[in-house]
């Protein structure tokens, strides 16, 4: 009479057999190649290699593939492969004024050096579905022009020789890492960044969106938004000199804040910055707003108690594997402590009672 | 069966080294929580993965391992921890609580008592017991800091103020060695009593959150409480209906949609240990008709 959860095990395997055949589907259908997601499904490959943390085109199609096109838990597969992986050395800084662009827009600027180019973007698609897709066929190749030779300078430059914008402060110390070591608090802009680079697209737009409606308000204008390739170089010590190994598809974004000035600093335009793996464009939007928010306090700004602006509320709870899980460990066995809390509640409703018979 | 690919029991060397690390300065200082760099683990956050590495870090290929959640052993992600080490690390594994070196848990301290050189390693969700009092990390480290618990104290006596009595019944806040006061994970408070002057080393593990904390073994560890309203160990008023226990914490199971219920020990090892001693609760007599 007594069937507990016995025979976990079995149970355990059996589930695991029947999620390999529904991730599989329909075997009329012909089976997807990890290839045709890298290629066709190229921007759920760019989020998961983005919040993954690891840039891998092929595992994170694989990831996609093996997580049925969860895309939370194609991330979550990758940063568990990513924990393993050893360090084998840091990179020279990337220099994404070298960007081979593909797409490069200003929002502040009617035009500029290195020019305005739309690249492939859905801006201004009419959003109407496309029923020939439906149909299988050949995209007809689209247009072609010389590349523009000669680099793309930073918009934020031009400002910047102006001193309209804050002068961000080279620094070559190393950051801190977050996955090698535990965050604390309060933390450091490079920290903040990796935390939001790699934070769920949903949350930090959500962030976002919520500065723009006044929750943190902080005027952002897109300065620039770039994507393209940029060159990886790493210091060979018996080289003595520093070797590309890998070019990285990334978008970079840098906004324009008005500012005001405050105590501490005059009346000059002010910077958020986001940068992001693959073409994440809203993402990198998202970040550079998150980011120019969390930067109130080296401003001399007032702190409004947006949630934006809450270092601690921003960075203990962008990152989807952290929240994902615990969110969903609730569905684990508690019934220890829900029997401890019935007894509980069956005791202060007889106490209850008892005491409102004796009143009556 | 081992996975060549990892190293022992999963986790590098250079990351065990980390966790003992943080291991030994949570030993030194018993109740203090210690920030370590948590790894991401193959299974989710909020699943153990704080447990999991502890246990990784302890283990060596002469231990026994056991695996508990919510007392049992098999309980699905208990057979899912097990299985993780059985095939990263080979090592032996046992239901008996007696047998076993290293004993990984969630929500429960074993009922057999523990013994000198066995490790007890607990799956800890919110390693901060000032957390819903006081949301801030930066707040609640300054409040340890400072040795300012009268925040829980005030929410003890709001407590006894509304309901005559203190109402948690489990997750119950210790306080160690008469400074730190301390989680001890979700156990229910039946259990807190074993914390204490246990000749056990007690491990917490926080994934998530990236924190360890310990308690070496014979630790003074004090539930909270008041003179007037002492700290009352908590379980169903029934004996197990399979073995016949009356001092062991109890899972009620629904027998029917009339109301029907029995209750059997959480402890599924120390339950079956006392029926193969020949133990007889209300309703063996049906289990030994069939």
Redesign the interface.
């Known amino acids: ?2 069937v ?6 079995r ?2 395997d059996n589930a695991h057999a029947w999620l390999a055949e529904e991730r599989r589907g329909d075997c009329s259908v012909p089976e997807l190649s990890v290839a045709q997601i890298r290629e066709q499904m190229k921007l759920a490959v760019n989020r998961v290699m983005a919040e993954g943390s690891l840039y891998d085109p092929d595992l994170a199609a694989l990831a996609i593939k093996q997580a049925r096109g969860d895309l939370i838990e194609a991330v ?1 597969l990758m ?2 492969y ?3 992986l ?1 360090r084998l050395a840091g990179s020279v800084a990337i220099e994404t004024g070298s960007m081979a662009v593909v797409r490069r827009i200003s929002a502040t600027y009617k035009d500029l050096p290195g020019g305005q180019i739309l690249g492939p973007t859905f801006d201004y698609t009419h959003r109407l579905l496309d029923f020939a897709l439906a149909a299988e066929g050949d995209v007809p190749a689209a247009p072609t022009a010389p590349a523009t030779p000669g680099p793309v300078p930073h918009v934020t430059g031009f400002l910047n020789r102006e001193g309209l914008i804050e002068d961000t402060q080279r620094c070559d110390t190393t950051p801190p890492d977050l ?8 933390t450091v802009r490079p920290l903040r960044l990796q935390a939001l680079t790699r934070g769920d697209e949903g949350f930090v737009l959500g962030l976002a969106y919520s500065t723009q409606r006044g929750y943190g308000r902080t005027h952002a204008f897109v300065g620039e938004l770039r994507i393209g390739w940029v060159g990886v170089e790493v210091e060979i010590p018996e080289l003595g000199f520093a070797v590309e190994i890998a070019e990285i598809e990334l978008t970079e974004c840098e906004t324009v804040n008005q500012f005001k000035g405050s105590k501490t600093e005059p009346p000059q335009f002010t910077r958020g910055y986001g940068l992001v793996f693959g073409q994440s464009e809203r993402k990198a939007i998202s970040m550079s707003l998150v980011d120019r928010a969390l930067r109130w306090r080296e401003l001399g700004e007032d702190n409004s108690g947006a949630p934006a602006q809450d270092e ?1 509320f921003v960075l ?1 709870h962008c990152d989807n ?2 929240a ?6 609730i569905k ?6 829900f ?6 509640v069956r ?2 409703r007889s ?1 209850a009672i008892v005491l409102t018979e004796a009143a009556e | 069966m081992t996975d060549q690919a ?1 190293n022992f029991a999963y986790l ?1 060397e250079q990351t065990k080294r980390m966790i003992r690390r943080a291991i030994l300065k949570g030993i030194a200082v018993p109740g203090y929580q210690v ?8 299974m ?4 153990g ?1 704080g447990g999991v590495q502890v246990t990784s870090a302890c283990l060596v290929p002469e231990d026994r391992l056991k695996v508990i ?4 052993d ?7 921890i097990r ?1 993780f080490f059985q095939r990263t690390a080979g090592v032996a594994v046992t239901e008996a609580t007696a047998e076993a070196t290293v004993i990984q848990t ?3 301290i074993p009922e057999t008592p523990l013994h000198e050189g066995q490790i007890l390693v607990y799956q800890v ?1 919110i390693p901060e017991p000032l957390r819903f009092l006081e949301p ?3 707040e609640t480290r300054k409040m340890h800091e400072l040795e300012e618990y009268g925040l829980m104290h005030v929410k003890l006596y709001e407590d006894i103020a509304r ?3 203190i ?1 948690t ?3 119950y806040p210790v306080k160690v060695e008469g400074r730190y006061v301390m989680d001890p994970s ?5 259990d807190n009593p074993k914390l204490g002057q246990n000749p056990a080393i007690q491990l917490f593990g926080a994934g ?1 959150e ?1 924190r360890i904390y310990a308690l070496p073994p014979f630790t003074e560890v004090v539930s909270l409480d008041f003179d007037d309203h002492p700290f009352e160990p ?3 008023p029934h004996d197990c ?2 073995c016949g226990a009356r001092d062991s ?5 629904i ?1 029917d949609d009339r109301g029907g219920r ?1 209750f ?1 020990c ?1 402890d599924t090892d120390f339950c079956a240990g006392r029926q193969a001693d020949g133990h007889r609760g209300r ?1 063996s007599a ?2 030994a008709v ?1």
């Open positions: 009479m007594y507990a959860v016995k025979g976990g095990e149970a355990i979550f940063r568990a990513r924990t393993t050893p996955t090698r070591e535990p965050m604390e608090l309060p601690e203990m594997i952290q994902t899980g615990f969110l969903e460990h684990l066995p508690h019934y220890v402590d029997q401890s809390e019935l007894e509980l005791r202060l106490e | 990892y590098d920030p370590f760099a948590s790894r991401e683990m193959p989710p956050y909020g699943w993965t959640d919510q007392g049992a098999d309980t699905t992600n208990a057979v899912s299985k969630r929500h429960r969700p801030r990390e930066t309901h005559g009595t109402a019944s489990y997750a979700p156990i229910p408070k039946f998530r990236q908590s379980k169903a209906d399979l914490y109890l899972d009620e199971v027998t029995m059997v959480s309703l049906v289990e069939q």
